[in-house]
């Protein structure tokens, strides 16, 4: 029983790692899109293109990412008992941040889509720090657990 728990554990971790993978990927490139996308001419067929870029972004690669990420990542703290951990608690509060800039991207795509340009490409640019410092927050939280 001890066995089939840990190789369990093991392969729903890989599974989570590889998810992460993807989600940070399509969270670094959908505002990449974004800074090209306001090149663009508005109502020209290159605006349009990089609409359907980002709607294909979020509907293949991001949002089911996010969602594999989420179920992986609470089953192996299931199969761990790691629940009243220090590190676990802090971690999911980085990845609640995570999530909610994955929403305001979404967002953001749609408003595009409506011909909205809200922010700078400077801005877009800056914003694109986000992930990076999550991410890295969230993996020394995983791997050091400094409490
Ligand atoms: C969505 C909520 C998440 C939950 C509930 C969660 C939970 C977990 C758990 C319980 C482990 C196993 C830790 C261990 O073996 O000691 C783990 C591993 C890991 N997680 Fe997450 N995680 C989440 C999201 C993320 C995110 C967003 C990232 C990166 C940005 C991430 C990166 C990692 C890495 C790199 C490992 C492997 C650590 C190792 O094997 O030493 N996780 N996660």
Redo the contacts with the bound molecule.
């Keep these: 029983m001890e066995q089939i728990l840990s190789t369990t554990?093991l392969w729903l971790?890989a599974g989570?790692?590889i998810f992460?993978i993807f989600?940070?990927a399509g969270l670094f490139m959908l505002p990449r899109y974004f800074v090209y996308h306001q090149e663009s001419e508005p109502g020209s067929a290159e605006e349009q293109r990089w609409i359907d870029r980002e709607a294909k972004l979020r509907k293949i690669i991001l949002t089911p990412s996010?969602i594999a990420?989420?179920v992986?990542?609470?089953l192996?703290?299931s199969?761990?008992g790691?629940w009243s951990e220090g590190w676990?608690h802090a971690?999911?509060l980085?990845?609640l941040g995570?999530?909610g800039y994955h929403g305001w991207l979404v967002a953001y795509s749609k408003k595009l889509a409506r011909g909205e340009r809200p922010l700078t490409g400077k801005k877009l640019r800056l914003l694109n720090e986000v992930?990076g410092l999550?991410?890295a927050v969230?993996?020394i939280l995983?791997?050091v657990?400094p409490f």
Excluded: E
Aim: hydrophobic share 75%; charged share 10%; proline share 3%.
């Design positions: 554990y971790k989570h790692v992460v989600w940070m996010m990420v989420w992986l990542g609470l192996t703290a199969a761990i790691a676990l971690k999911l980085f990845v995570l999530s992930p999550a991410a969230i993996v995983v791997v657990k």
